[in-house]
């Protein structure tokens, strides 16, 4: 019995003891979560991304291409827009669906932009209704003054040196000039002190002295 009530006191001293474990672990979970994304646009500013000017390449079945126009109404430019093709029936309950990203990189305010995108939508029922819209956006992350300042100092500079003087670089590749040219040279000049002078053995000979007729006697 004594055993089993000091068993019990154990326990209960040791409670308070794990209990900060585990709300240190909690804590961590907490810090290690996925924080949300800033760049988002919200789901009410979607309706700022209008879309306008719609067609699509259809049959009674089918729909295999979409096009249209869309422009960023908000005052910031948007990245990564995402649009969702959506087919629904006469009762208007959604039938069949398609997502695709904008092609353009960058959507900035009031700019409209063109898009021209490849589908597959079969089997669909008669009647059909086909709807576009932009369900998800990003706004453009500005550069902070930090990555400013990083892609500022590693670009390299250039500093004159004091006096106009142009620093032994200079003159290294002036020797090397030097040097190339004297090379060239040299054979060229070689080559027509050749041509000008020539060799005794390319001198021609004198003729040879006809020999005197006999004496008549």
């Given at each position: 019995?004594?055993?089993?009530?000091?068993?019990?006191?154990?326990?209960?001293?040791?409670?308070?003891?794990?209990?900060?474990?585990?709300?240190?672990?909690?804590?961590?979970?907490?810090?290690?979560?996925?924080?949300?994304?800033?760049?988002?646009?919200?789901?009410?500013?979607?309706?700022?991304?209008?879309?306008?000017?719609?067609?699509?390449?259809?049959g009674p079945q089918w729909v295999s291409q979409v096009w249209g126009t869309v422009r960023n109404d908000l005052p910031r430019p948007l990245e990564k827009v995402q649009l969702k093709a959506s087919i629904y029936d006469?009762?208007?309950?959604?039938?069949?669906?398609?997502?695709?990203?904008?092609?353009?990189?960058?959507?900035?305010?009031?700019?409209?932009?063109?898009?021209?995108?490849?589908?597959?939508?079969?089997?669909?029922?008669?009647?059909?209704?086909?709807?576009?819209?932009?369900?998800?956006?990003?706004?453009?992350?500005?550069?902070?003054?930090?990555?400013?300042?990083?892609?500022?100092?590693?670009?390299?500079?250039?500093?004159?040196?004091?006096?106009?003087?142009?620093?032994?670089?200079?003159?290294?590749?002036?020797?090397?000039?030097?040097?190339?040219?004297?090379?060239?040279?040299?054979?060229?000049?070689?080559?027509?002190?050749?041509?000008?002078?020539?060799?005794?053995?390319?001198?021609?000979?004198?003729?040879?002295?006809?020999?005197?007729?006999?004496?008549?006697?």
């Amino acid at each position: 019995m004594l055993w089993f009530g000091a068993h019990v006191v154990k326990n209960f001293r040791d409670q308070p003891a794990e209990r900060p474990a585990a709300e240190t672990k909690q804590d961590q979970f907490t810090k290690n979560a996925p924080k949300p994304d800033s760049t988002l646009v919200g789901a009410g500013d979607l309706g700022h991304i209008p879309l306008f000017e719609l067609g699509s390449s259809a049959g009674p079945q089918w729909v295999s291409q979409v096009w249209g126009t869309v422009r960023n109404d908000l005052p910031r430019p948007l990245e990564k827009v995402q649009l969702k093709a959506s087919i629904y029936d006469t009762a208007g309950r959604l039938i069949a669906s398609e997502t695709f990203m904008l092609p353009n990189s960058r959507l900035d305010p009031g700019v409209p932009i063109i898009f021209n995108q490849q589908v597959a939508l079969n089997n669909l029922p008669t009647g059909y209704q086909l709807s576009i819209q932009a369900i998800e956006a990003h706004y453009v992350q500005p550069v902070s003054a930090t990555d400013q300042n990083r892609f500022t100092q590693n670009v390299p500079t250039v500093t004159p040196s004091a006096g106009g003087d142009t620093g032994p670089d200079l003159y290294a590749w002036v020797f090397v000039f030097a040097v190339l040219a004297a090379v060239a040279v040299v054979p060229v000049f070689l080559v027509i002190i050749t041509l000008v002078k020539p060799s005794k053995a390319q001198r021609p000979t004198p003729p040879s002295p006809r020999p005197s007729p006999p004496l008549r006697r």
